[in-house]
């Protein structure tokens, strides 16, 4: 069973970066597919970036600004933000779902979150 703790959120004016940090407590690399999720208030959640076999993966609202990246030594996962809008403000939450060669199994194992909040 593996634990993520995430850091790395804050307020930031709109059309600046961000790096948030998913730190997961044991091996990551081949044996879990991670992904970044995101939560505001009234809204549903909704899975912003994932890595697995096949590559990487991006919610079209977020395409070209964020980059999802894992330091395999570090077992870390990371969200490069750029150009951040008002509207990326939420909780962000790093995700990992057991994973068998190319199968990605659910997401069963979750952060604490981080706020993001972006300011016009």
């Known amino acids: 069973q593996v634990q993520l703790v995430e850091s790395g959120g804050g307020s930031v004016q709109a059309g600046g970066p961000l790096r948030l940090s998913c730190a997961a407590s044991?091996?990551?690399?081949?044996?879990?597919?991670m992904a970044w999720f995101r939560q505001a208030p009234g809204k549903e959640r909704e899975r912003v970036a994932s890595?697995?076999?096949?590559?990487?993966t991006y919610a079209d609202s977020v395409k070209g600004r964020f980059t999802i990246s894992q330091d395999n030594a570090k077992n870390t996962l990371y969200l490069h933000m750029n150009s951040l809008k008002p509207e990326d403000t939420a909780t962000y939450y790093c995700a990992a779902g057991r994973r068998s060669g190319s199968v990605c199994f659910a997401y069963n194992y979750w952060g604490q979150g981080t706020q993001v909040t972006v300011s016009s």
């Open positions: 890595v697995n076999h096949y590559g990487t």
């Open positions: 044991t091996y990551i690399y081949g044996t879990y597919c």
